[in-house]
């Protein structure tokens, strides 16, 4: 992803609870999904993927001062990316091809609402259309980018949310005739359990 997360990401959808969020310490690494969790057959973690591993604030801002500003303001500590991928034709395979899960800590869960606004506005940024994703965490938004690739309409779908302190998100990859928002869905609901255990 590209985005402030790790990377990439609006209907912002509120918690209930009038509650303040517990702040979750446990490290962003132990946030994100393993390749045991994804629930599709075929998938590794990505070998030698440049954008696997931490994120510090540079680079999650992608070489964007005023996004380095924002998420300094916001109380961004850390972020960690995990890739996978499976061996399989973009232009044949049937639903996901790469699959990225990040998180990103925050020092308050008020920087976590502006964090996740800075993803929102660098998805739209890079050409994203914003879509429903339903309610996830404190507050979601998900957008769908689309490019051409070898004659094949090839699509993202990035899905990001905020649990407490915590922005987290979900791109998949894949042919967009096969592809549907489920997916990510669907994987965020499951790092949304990991979050929540945490």
């Known amino acids: ?101 990040s998180a990103a800590s925050f020092r308050s869960d008020a920087g976590a609402a502006q964090g996740l606004r800075v993803v929102a506005q660098q998805a739209r940024t890079a050409g994203g259309t914003q879509i429903s994703t339903g309610r996830l965490g404190d507050g979601a938004v998900g957008f769908i980018l689309q490019k051409q690739f070898n004659g094949t309409s090839y699509e993202a779908f990035v899905v990001a949310w905020r649990q407490a302190n915590v922005v987290a998100g979900i791109q998949i990859e894949g042919n967009a005739a096969t592809l549907d928002v489920g997916y990510a869905i669907t994987l965020a609901e499951r790092q949304q359990r990991v979050i929540e255990a945490a």
Do not use: W
Not at 61 to 67: F, I, P
């Open 1 to 101: 992803m590209g985005l402030a997360l790790a990377s990439s990401a609006g209907v912002f959808l509120c918690g209930c609870g009038s509650q303040p969020a517990q702040i979750i310490h446990k490290p962003v690494r132990d946030l994100v999904l393993t390749v045991g969790q994804i629930p599709y057959p075929g998938f590794q973690v990505e070998p030698g993927s440049p954008s696997a591993g931490p994120y510090s604030n540079k680079r999650a801002a992608a070489g964007s001062a005023a996004v380095a500003r924002e998420l300094a303001r916001a109380g961004r500590i850390t972020g960690y990316e995990a890739d996978f991928e499976r061996t399989a034709s973009p232009q044949e395979a049937v639903g996901p091809v790469v699959i990225e899960s």
